[in-house]
């Protein structure tokens, strides 16, 4: 190995050290910041999807266990429940992303919907079967109350109440991420030309 590729290759692992960690301390930071505001919302998988069109899905899939512990450590201790949910995001967005749905805003918004559905269908067996359908988020909870009073089944309530609020949540990430990616400046950029889907989502 020449000494040009060994100083790649510690290139690459520092960078991807760098962003894993960042996108770690997005999730954990942000959706802490979340939580203690009381707003309707998680925004606790930024770092995950934006990791997922930088570096690809396994790096995302990193990102979101990391973040998980740590939120378990410092935050929520029943999170490492939800991790699936966190692991679903990195597959689905990664592949979202290798086909060029952050490039423009109406495709960008059809991914946050599907992400936010899949987001509930893998969070809502979790709250239901493991903790009594006790949702882990007030929001939640009330559309919970409500759909419950109208008579649906616990299933489907908690269900339903998470695709109401993960829908909105992820559509308001992707979105958020999309403007991120369009505003890296050229020698960011560059650090990820072949190391995610970036370039597949940038305009032209």
Known sequence: ??????????????L?????????????SIGTLMVYLKLPIYINALGTLL??????????????VLSTLLTALLVYPLEPYYVG???????VTGLMARNGFFRSISRTI?????????AAIASAP??????????????????TLFLLSKGYSLFLSVLGSYIVVETADK???????LWLIRGF???????FVERGYLLRNLHN
């Open 16 to 28: 991807f050290m760098a962003a894993i960690s960042v996108g770690a301390l997005m999730n954990l």
């Open 1 to 14: 190995m020449t000494i040009d590729q060994e100083d790649n290759r510690r290139e690459k692992k520092v």
């Open 126 to 143: 979790v709250t239901v079967y493991l903790f009594g359908g006790v949702p882990d988020f007030c929001c939640v909870s009330a559309i």
């Open 171 to 177: 559509v308001l990430l992707c979105l958020f991420v």
């Open 85 to 91: 949910t966190q692991i679903t995001l990195s597959i």
């Open 185 to 191: 400046p050229q020698a960011l950029r560059h650090q």
């Open 110 to 118: 059809l991914t946050g919907i599907l992400l936010g559905i899949i």
């Open 51 to 64: 990791i997922a069109i930088l570096l690809g899905i396994r790096s995302s899939i990193c990102v979101g």
